[in-house]
């Protein structure tokens, strides 16, 4: 074989999360193609943005899919919402409560988790079901505590969301320094080995030692505590918390999984595709947009492409 | 029929034939709020306007009961089976905001065939027992395209955020804009995105599309969306077009905030939260023995250059330009219509 750079090269395509960015990048060179060469770093810079929120919400549920079938995080939409209203409303646009404000969006998130655990593990709820019924109190919790009234972020914190850093969005920075911290607990740390243990087999982890219960409840607080710092971050960068804010992040963050190339049957992961997949959700919904096609004709072909990307992805294996 | 039925119906006759006596009394009567969604800040004012409405009206005796009860999922059938719940619970009247104009005939015709009074409002139903209290949606998209063109006798092209797909209001506004950019045929609309209704989704969806846009001169919108899409047009450093505005107070803020600045001027239309009060004393006309076409029109509320200053100081932070109506407005709407 040639040097090491090229013969990396050629293993690209076999990288599971290969096609969510070939996909990325078609989508994006039909949408430039209409633009006639000038609004492409507009282009690049909005996808960066929006993509941000789903790539963290994405990570979370990653984590929790990967426990294997039947781990799903149903409550993003409601603890994102819950997070952003009660932060924005304890800041009261407080630029010196923007910290503290972090805090309450994070501790929201802490509780959720342990909450959306404690339903799984203590009354033996499946997680599908206890997250979704969870899901209810919290969006509750959110109504009941400001009647769905938008409080404007701090002046700073808005500046921060929406500002950029030599061209890269700041929310960019912060999604892409979450993703190489999981990329690294879930490939490089004795935890992810412990998670993709558990995903592929769970009752062979749990006798060779694993920790099992503790690896299942730091996931699904992980994939909360990441909901609550995404409704934090997206109602300070779209100027309030709303009580739809999270609706459309549930099929989103789900989609972004199973598009980035991970076993949507839980234990095999990965965290380039998830940024991957939330380019693409971004780039397909501006390119179908962009050519003028209705609601109806956009979401046949949303579902045709992840499917084609879908099954790209698994041909890869099949043929390997 | 026994003595008391016999009784109640000569009461009922002569409060009929007398219209001095038609104040027949409905201080023992029960009316339930049917809605089918509560998960955005209209729909929070709505009810709040309500429980104040409700609340007083059941203080100073015109009616028994006005409970509001919302379902969790937005589900036709959900509210359906809520609707049945009713039923079996004897109120007398139900005021109902639905989640399909067609799915819960069902329901509603069991309810009137109950002996129960069903008005709707906003989200209307077409079972022909009930009574509605409609939007004309399709006039509020047209005359958005019609306000553009007092001000931009030129036209040119316009950025349409629409609402949810697939729900009624957003078909007919889109057709109502539709028919305004026929009207006025120098306006062109060149893109249409989905916003829901909510500010963040229209300014990711605004944000995706303006890179592909030729300069556009307008943004007709359908509410709630007015202040994401100006926030996704600066953010692409382009001149901040005419954007129609939905009444939310973070829109009008920014409005008035855009007018100190550099004078900006735009219009604002949407209908008040405060519609299910206007529904609520029609039905407790309807109970009342007064005679109500089945079919009547609420006015949209208007915000514009002139009132935005009153409005926003009326409107609570982060909440919508309301209106709460009267047992007199409901009257005069009634009357309008006969």
Known sequence: MANPVTSSILQLPKRPWFWAFVASGITFGATYALTEGSGSSELISAALTFATFSAIVGIGQMFVITMGPGNVDLSIPATMTLAGTLSLKFMDGSTALILPGLGIALFVGLAAGMFNYLLIRLLRIPPIIATLSASFLYQSLAIWWNRGLRIKPPEALADFTTGSLAGIPNLTIVGLLIAVASWFILQRSIFGRWLSAVGQNTRAARLSGIPVEAVKAATFIGSAVLASLTGYLLASFSGGAALNMGTEYLLISIAVVVIGGCSIAGGNSNVPGIWGGALLMFLVVSMLNSYGLGAGVRLILTGTIIIAIVAAASGRKGSA | ?338
């Open chain 2, 1 to 338: 029929m026994n003595t008391k039925a016999k009784l109640l119906a000569a009461v009922a006759l002569v409060s009929v034939t007398l219209p001095g006596f038609a104040v027949a009394d409905t201080a023992d009567k029960r009316i339930a709020l049917s809605n089918n969604y509560a998960g955005n800040s209209w729909r929070q004012a709505m009810l709040t306007s309500w429980e104040k409405v409700g609340g007083e009206a059941v203080e100073s005796g015109a009616v028994a009961a006005a409970d509001a009860f919302t379902t969790s999922e937005n589900q036709a059938t959900e509210q359906a089976a809520q609707i049945q719940n009713m039923i079996l619970q004897g109120y007398d009247a139900i005021v109902l905001n639905a989640a399909s104009p067609t799915a819960l005939n069902g329901a509603v015709k069991e309810a009137c065939d109950a002996g129960i009074i069903v008005v709707s409002f906003d989200g209307i139903v077409t079972e022909p027992c009930a009574w509605r209290i409609a939007v004309d949606f399709k006039e509020m998209g047209r005359q958005q395209v019609e306000y553009l063109s007092t001000r931009l006798p030129d036209g040119g092209n316009l950025l349409e955020i629409r609402g949810l797909a697939g729900v009624f209001v957003d078909d007919e506004i889109h057709a109502g804009i539709e028919q305004g950019a026929q009207e006025f045929s120098n306006f062109k609309i060149v893109g249409s995105v989905h916003g829901d209704w909510a500010q963040d989704v229209a300014q990711k969806a605004v944000a995706g599309i303006l890179p592909s846009l030729p300069e556009i001169v307008g943004v007709v919108t359908q509410g709630g969306d007015g202040y994401g899409a100006a926030q996704a047009i600066k953010a692409a450093g382009r001149d901040v077009p005419i954007i129609v505005m939905g009444n939310r107070q973070d829109e009008m803020k920014w409005w008035a905030e855009s007018r100190d600045a550099n004078g900006y001027e735009t219009l604002s239309l949407s209908i008040a939260p405060g519609v299910g009060t206007l529904a609520f004393w029609v039905a407790q006309q309807v109970l009342d023995g007064a005679d109500v076409p089945k079919d009547l029109t609420v006015p949209f509320l208007k915000v514009t250059q002139d009132t935005l200053d009153a409005t926003l100081a009326a409107t609570p932070e982060g909440s919508v330009a309301n209106v709460e109506y009267s047992l007199d407005d409901a009257k005069a709407v009634i009357s309008a219509a006969n």
